[in-house]
């Protein structure tokens, strides 16, 4: 599995650190010089189009909060980038939402980056159909074909 990560000079840190950690994972570093000025859109962007161009299964970012992470992969067309805080966010993301992507801030605890990560690589994606029928929704409005409103 190859997983797409990418950081901002705030969540640098534990970017290296997740690729260290995780070495059974063939992590593609996306961000591998970081500098103070950097800016968190265009990291984002890189792992979004990584992933919805197979060149990765899936994706991680790291930044500050993970909030303007999540903000910017999810206007790459084809990502559901979850922003995350828990262990069971990153299940639920996967089986619920179909999230091929997570963001989380670099203030949390860093086992518990582990864990989390841990848990989005290694939750199965099958979905139940109630789901299913949800992300579909999100799916058309995105290509601007849903007409339930």
Do not use: W
């Not at 990765?56 to 993970?66: E, K």
């Not at 989380?104 to 029928?133: A, C, P, W």
């Not at 409005?141 to 849903?146: A, F, I, K």
Request: glycine letters at 6%; aromatic letters at 10%; charged letters at 25%.
């Amino acid at each position: 599995m190859k997983i797409a990560i990418a950081s901002d000079h705030a969540g640098e840190e534990y970017r290296k650190e997740i690729i260290k950690h995780f070495t059974d994972y063939n992590f593609i570093d996306l961000s591998p010089n970081n500098t103070k000025f950097d800016d968190y859109p265009d990291y984002a962007f890189k792992v979004g189009e990584a992933v919805v161009n197979n060149d990765a299964d899936l994706g991680v970012l790291v930044c500050g909060t993970g909030i303007g992470m999540s903000i910017a992969c999810n206007k790459v067309k084809g990502i559901r980038c979850a922003h995350i805080t828990r262990v069971i966010d990153a299940e639920k993301a996967r089986t619920h939402n179909g999230a091929n992507v997570i963001a989380f801030g670099s203030y949390l605890d860093l086992n518990l980056v582990f864990d989390m990560v841990e848990k989005f690589i290694n939750t199965n994606d099958e979905i139940e159909q109630r789901h299913i029928n949800r992300i579909n929704k999100i799916i058309k409005y995105e290509s601007g074909e849903y007409n339930e409103l």
